[in-house]
């Protein structure tokens, strides 16, 4: 089944304890990104990939770190969480080419930090 | 920048009619790509519709179909025949041709809920 899994989909830490949220697809998908969605204001791009070893910001790259080592996995990595980094995250994956394909969606990781 | 405008945060309606959910974006490019993405409780994003700003036609899928308007960049969804199942969050969301890194731009979303 063509998916994209995230790890973990809660997850509950205290402000400075490094944590990484680790994103997975099964497509061979060369494009993925990660969104935080906050109530009141949608979804924004954090971080996106084009291919293995090709990273670029997003709207609300602070305080996110990201890697693609291989072409299947995105993780997340926050090196120091903080409170206002509170949110559900989602990760996507796509092919990448001259037409625009679809988005495929990850389940969500809630995240709380206090 | 792109921005993508949502100004009905809660829409409710009757099982079996029909809603209107509308969405305005504002953007410079010629060439572009609107979407409705759709979120139930399980917090799923599911794609329910999408279209391309060059073609005139309105999309449809089943009982979803949008209304674009590009000179008024307005891109509303209408579903008819509402069902329970519908109930959800709808985001709107824009994007430019690929060779922008396939980035989505979403609106705050508008939360409908069908009732009976």
């Known amino acids: 089944e063509a998916q994209v899994t995230q790890n973990p989909r809660y997850l509950i830490t205290v402000t400075g304890k490094k944590l990484t949220v680790t994103c997975s697809q099964n497509?061979?998908?060369?494009?993925m990104s990660w969104y935080r969605q906050d109530p009141g204001l949608g979804l924004r791009q954090i971080y996106y990939?084009?291919?293995?070893?090709?990273?670029d910001k997003g709207d609300v790259p602070e305080g996110y770190k990201v890697s693609r080592k291989e072409k299947r996995n995105f993780p997340l990595i926050l090196e120091s969480p903080s409170p206002n980094q509170t949110s559900l995250y989602f990760c996507?994956?796509?092919?990448?080419?001259?037409?625009?394909?679809?988005?495929?969606f990850g389940p969500g990781t809630r995240l709380t930090v206090t | 920048a792109q921005t993508v405008t949502q100004s009905q945060p809660e829409m409710s309606v009757q099982e079996a009619e029909t809603v209107t959910l509308s969405c305005t974006y504002d953007?410079?490019?010629?060439?572009?790509?609107l979407f409705w993405y759709k979120q139930p409780p399980s917090r799923q994003m599911i794609l329910v519709i999408r279209?391309?700003?060059?073609?005139?036609q309105n999309a449809t899928e089943n009982r979803f179909s949008v209304n674009f308007q590009k000179a008024a960049k307005s891109f509303s969804l209408k579903i008819s025949d509402s069902q329970l199942g519908d109930t959800a969050m709808y985001f709107c969301?824009?994007?430019?041709?690929?060779?922008?890194?396939?980035?989505?731009?979403f609106g705050t979303g508008t939360r409908l809920q069908v009732t009976l």
């Open positions: 996507a994956s796509s092919r990448s080419g001259r037409t625009v394909y679809e988005q495929y």
């Open positions: 497509m061979n998908h060369e494009y």
């Open positions: 990939s084009m291919n293995v070893e090709v990273t």
């Open positions: 953007t410079s490019e010629s060439n572009y790509y």
């Open positions: 279209q391309e700003a060059y073609k005139q």
């Open positions: 969301a824009f994007m430019k041709p690929p060779a922008a890194a396939s980035k989505l731009t």
